[in-house]
């Protein structure tokens, strides 16, 4: 019957020969690897909004966005208007860049949203989801 410190003393052992495949090189080049796997994850998690980040992007999308977004979004990007509860909480996004350019510009007349691509340009656009950035909530999705 093995006692705990045996069991330890096993282990050891087994890790020292490299009997269970965990030798100190390849302990290290896991690492490496792991922290390059976290590095391409944070990149994969950026946004891919060309102005993301950006300053001056971010106060002209707050602009637009207070020009045009306010009456159905809200002030606080959170659907509530002076309607009420009536169009989708921006701070919580989750389909990410492209899919809300392609909202933006063609609408969701579904859902009562009016397609923008005759008022606002690519740029525009972009500026305000730079600026709807700065907003997100956690679980919000903007690459």
């Known amino acids: 019957m093995f006692t705990v410190r045996s069991l330890a003393i096993f282990l050891v052992v ?3 020969s490299g009997a269970i495949g965990l030798d100190p090189g390849r302990a290290v080049a896991m690492e490496s ?9 944070r990149q994969a998690a950026a946004s891919s909004n060309p102005l993301s980040g950006q300053e001056e992007a971010i106060q002209s999308g707050r602009k637009l966005y207070f020009t045009w977004c306010i009456q159905c979004h809200g002030k606080d990007a959170d659907g509530v208007s002076r309607f009420g509860k009536y ?13 809300f350019v392609t909202i933006v510009k063609n609408g969701r007349t579904d859902k009562q949203m009016p397609p923008w691509k005759e008022v606002l340009n690519d740029d525009q656009i972009a500026q305000v989801g730079a600026f709807l950035e700065t ?5 919000a999705n903007w690459k």
């Open 135 to 139: 907003l997100a909530q956690d679980g």
């Open 87 to 99: 169009a989708a909480d921006l701070r919580a996004f989750w389909r990410g860049y492209r899919e």
């Open 33 to 41: 690897q792991t922290e390059e796997t976290k590095a391409a994850a």
């Open 14 to 16: 087994l890790l020292a």
